[in-house]
């Protein structure tokens, strides 16, 4: 191991019980084997926690079987899809280097699938209908079979229409061959995911009727003469007229909400709480997982300070902090060492502050750790729409809002510290970028590579385009000055070291713990927008939905860079199957490898990618939701 | 919904099964499609007046289709003194041609009052900055009949779900049709205001004034006929959808 950060092995002293095949009938709440063992407690305060664990199935070769199956989360009796008859499925365990087959059977009478998500394998194996395989058919059984060539924290989910919401998902750990640089004493997999008693093709379709459908959070006359009182009649207008100009609301943070959503931690809702013991000075690794349907989580310990170790199954140089956001399917580990008895809360609120869940880990299962409450409900500032705050005055605001004005914005000579956007979607605009200021992106202009772009793993250097088919009725929102996604611990957390003193994870503080394998320089950079319409509830890649998209061609070996610019105000998730995005955080000797970028609204982010998998691979938004439209099939031809 | 109902309001009736029928519509979709076919009904105004003679009145639209092609159907009316006094129907074909903008063409049917007229619609809907709603068509009809309408509305939330909606309408006409009492020019105009409590998103009954007042030779015309040329009503209503 090269890295400066490099661990001392030890020895995990305390692992799963390795469960054979259960096949035992799950009811929620009730049994399934706890994740630990060889802890002295008392029969009954065992019992008690018997309930809270998920079910671990390890060795080469595992049967699952994907099932209907009644749940009641809420107090009412609904169909769920399950693997193996439990929310979530078994918990698989792997050894790297090993060949593992899983056999899965689908009971349902519809087509299904599951996708190992991060797991680097060949196309066949991916698991995503339509792409990688047909999928499979009622009643049939289709064998995966691949060598596992990493370790880490990983996860499972179907892949097929919206079955993930229904409860299809589980976590994969994979134990590394040699010895695992991160020293442990105790492990939890902390799974987070939402549940709803809502059918989700009935959610869509009502997001599809009206999209703020699930936001009870919108501005009311009550928040206008606080506004008011506090500011001001003018500031507040002005302040509120770019949001009114554009039809947009800045309450608009996440498309479905706590009013549905009931969230869940291994499992287990917060009326139950998921629990964890430790034993106190025990180092406890917590392999957090975001298997949500559209819900990105916010987590933190009071109390405890978190060490993160590995990001979505790659080990990083450790960095502790307070507090992070962890997107849809990402999953970051995290180490914890509590000195005292007590029972400590793992709260998870989700981004828009509408719910949360949460589950303690705790000396003693009879300790209730003090649940916090949750922080104020994010409100989008400007920036979030793409526009630079630099020395912005708001008199002398540049942008296009509106769907009918005639446009033609110059914008030679910009003073690109004043802000620029344009939101509409059609009429004629001529927008000429020449001299933009590129260094709000938080890049060093000084390194380019011998292709012009800029030097691996420092970042774009390119010009923002807003290309033709980014207009038209599908798209409500360009970002003219798109900010670097890299230093922004997001929407709702930017205070949080001011306010609380919390030190919130940015993707800048992820360096990788062993070199960079490919040091080569991007032969080309791609530029990608995600791009909507949220009134219309439409979702699309450079305002192309995914039914009209032409596949991403890479050629088989080439190193590229991808930059993803974000022109909604939605934060979203980006995961590319079967290849690493080597997320671009200002240190080229140890960029760290990614399988989920999280893009923050109006903002830009840049990861390499070696196509080094040939076939046909998926890469989407991980919003459940969005991803019909928001999807493109990547095609790596050989050369 | 029970028969002397449907005898009382057979209008309404016919609307309510026509959206009935939309709403019927399976919402089949797999992973490979971000755009299902869909349905909407809205009633958006189902009220009674408070005066004593108790006129209930209706406007509805409903859409069927995808996300930038739609059939929308549009009705609304007048059920007063034991008849249908007023009602219209239209058909369109909507497509999305900007972000917050559908075009729409298509018939309209003015079926009350007699005799009926017939008209071809070109209009424009969607959402104006600051959050208007707005509804505008041209009509064409038979006999160099023309038409034009504008209306726009605005939600302002109290709390909520405590929803204040101020509304405007006005018609005009080319030219005078007396057999229907409608006269060239500004023929009407109103303005509403309604507070409605959604208990869910898609079920709210509110409370609300109307103010309506008729001009020029349409206004003539009514009082011809005996009747005011302005009134303000107060309401109470249901607000629903699906
Ligand atoms: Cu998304």
Same mark, same amino acid.
């Given at each position: 191991m090269a890295s400066k950060n490099t661990l001392s092995n030890i020895q995990k002293l305390v692992l799963e019980p390795q469960s054979s095949l259960s096949r035992r009938r799950f009811v929620m709440g009730a049994a399934s084997a706890m994740m630990l063992a060889s802890l002295p407690f008392t029969q009954s305060v065992l019992a008690a926690s018997m309930r809270q664990g998920l079910t671990t199935l390890s060795g080469k070769l595992f049967d699952l079987s994907i099932d209907y199956q009644t749940v009641n989360f809420t107090g009412t009796d609904v169909r769920a899809t399950v693997v193996n008859q439990s929310i979530p499925g078994p918990l698989l365990r792997w050894k790297e280097g090993e060949t593992v087959t899983l056999r899965v059977k689908n009971n349902l009478d519809v087509f299904s699938s599951i996708h190992w998500h991060g797991i680097i394998l060949p196309a066949k194996m991916d698991g995503v209908p339509g792409i990688s395989f047909e999928g499979i058919a009622p009643g049939e059984t289709f064998e995966y079979h691949f060598s596992v060539e990493q370790s880490g924290t990983y996860w499972y989910h179907s892949h097929s229409g919206f079955q993930e919401q229904t409860g299809m998902y589980g976590a994969i750990v994979i134990d590394p061959k040699d010895s695992d640089p991160v020293v442990y004493d105790r492990e939890y997999v902390v799974m987070l995911s939402d549940w709803s008693d809502e059918e989700p093709e009935s959610i869509y379709a009502k997001l599809k009727k009206q999209s703020d459908y699930y936001n009870f959070r919108e501005r009311t006359l009550v928040d206008l003469f606080d506004d008011i009182s506090d500011n001001g009649l003018v500031n507040t207008w002005n302040a509120r007229a770019m949001w009114n100009k554009g039809r947009m609301s800045d309450r608009d943070i996440s498309d479905v909400t706590g009013y549905t959503y009931t969230y869940l931690m291994n499992g287990n809702t917060p009326e139950k709480g998921w629990q964890g013991l430790f034993r106190k000075g025990e180092r406890v690794r917590l392999r957090f997982?975001?298997?949500?349907?559209m819900s990105i989580f916010d987590v933190r310990i009071p109390g405890l300070k978190m060490t993160v170790v590995a990001s979505d199954g790659q080990n990083i140089q450790p960095v502790s902090v307070d507090e992070f956001r962890i997107g849809v399917a990402e999953t970051f580990d995290v180490i914890v060492e509590p000195e005292v008895d007590n029972a400590y809360c793992i709260f998870a609120q989700s981004i828009d502050r509408t719910g949360f869940t949460y589950g303690s880990l705790t000396s003693d299962l009879a300790l209730k750790p003090l649940i916090p409450p949750m922080d104020p409900v994010a409100v989008l500032a400007h #920036? !979030?729409?793409?526009?630079?705050?630099?020395?912005?005055d708001h008199g002398s605001m540049q942008m296009d809002m509106s769907g009918n004005d005639d446009k033609a914005m110059d914008m030679k000579g910009m003073d690109h510290s004043a802000m620029q956007m344009d939101m509409s979607g059609n009429g004629d605009k001529t927008m000429n970028m020449k001299g933009m200021d590129h260094g709000s992106m938080q890049m060093d202009m000084n390194k380019v590579s011998a292709t012009g772009l800029g030097l691996a793993g420092y970042g774009s250097n390119n010009e923002i385009k807003h290309i033709s088919s980014e207009f038209g009725p599908q798209v409500d929102m360009r970002a003219m000055s798109p900010r670097s996604g890299l230093t922004d611990p997001g929407i709702g957390l930017r205070d949080h070291q001011i306010l609380y003193q919390r030190k919130v994870l940015t993707y800048a503080d992820i360096r990788g713990l062993?070199?960079? #394998? !490919?040091k080569r320089q991007p032969s080309r950079e791609i530029q990608l927008h995600l791009t909507g319409n949220m009134s219309r509830y439409m979702w699309s890649v450079n305002g192309i939905k995914f039914a009209d998209a032409a596949p991403l061609e890479l050629e088989f070996g080439e190193r590229v860079r991808i930059t993803l610019v974000n022109d909604t105000m939605m934060t979203h998730p980006m995961h590319l199957h079967g290849m690493w995005s080597e997320l671009e955080t200002g240190d080229p000797d140890f960029i760290p490898r990614k399988h989920t970028v999280i893009v923050q609204p109006g903002s830009s982010i840049s990861y390499l990618v070696t196509a080094d998998a040939l076939g046909s691979w998926a890469y989407h938004c991980h919003l459940l939701f969005h991803m019909p439209g928001m999807f493109r099939r990547v095609q790596v031809n050989n050369a | 919904m029970n028969t002397n109902l449907i005898n009382r309001y057979p209008f309404i009736a016919i609307v309510l099964l026509t959206l009935a029928i939309f709403s019927s519509v399976d919402t089949a979709f797999g992973a490979e499609t971000d755009d299902p076919l869909l349905a909407k009904v809205m009633i958006d105004e189902f009220e009674n007046s408070l005066s004593t003679d108790s006129t209930t009145s209706w406007g509805a639209q409903g859409w069927l289709g995808y996300d930038l092609n739609k059939l929308w159907i549009k009705t609304e009316g007048e059920y007063s003194g034991g008849e249908v006094v007023d009602a219209e129907i239209q058909a369109l074909y909507s497509r999305a041609i900007a972000p917050y903008w559908d075009l729409q063409m298509g018939l309209r049917r003015d079926?009350?009052?007699?005799?009926s007229r017939d008209w071809a619609v070109l209009g424009i809907q969607g959402l104006a900055p600051y959050f208007f709603e707005i509804d505008a068509a041209l009509y064409v009809g038979k006999e160099g009949r023309t038409a034009m309408s504008f209306s726009s509305e605005y939600e302002l939330l109290i709390t909520q779900k405590l929803i204040l909606t101020p509304e405007i309408e006005m018609n005009f006409y080319g030219q005078n049709d007396p057999e229907v009492g409608i006269g060239s020019g500004l023929s009407d105009f109103g303005a509403g205001l309604r507070l409605r409590y959604e208990i869910v998103r898609e079920f709210a009954p509110y409370i609300g004034v109307n103010w309506s007042k008729k001009f020029g030779n349409t206004a003539d015309y009514a009082r011809d006929e005996g009747e005011e040329d302005s009134e303000t009503q107060f309401v109470v209503g249901l607000r629903a959808w699906f």
């Open positions: 997982i975001n298997s949500a349907a #920036r !979030d729409m793409g526009m630079n705050m630099k020395g912005m062993t070199p960079t #394998r !490919d | 079926l009350k009052p007699s005799p």
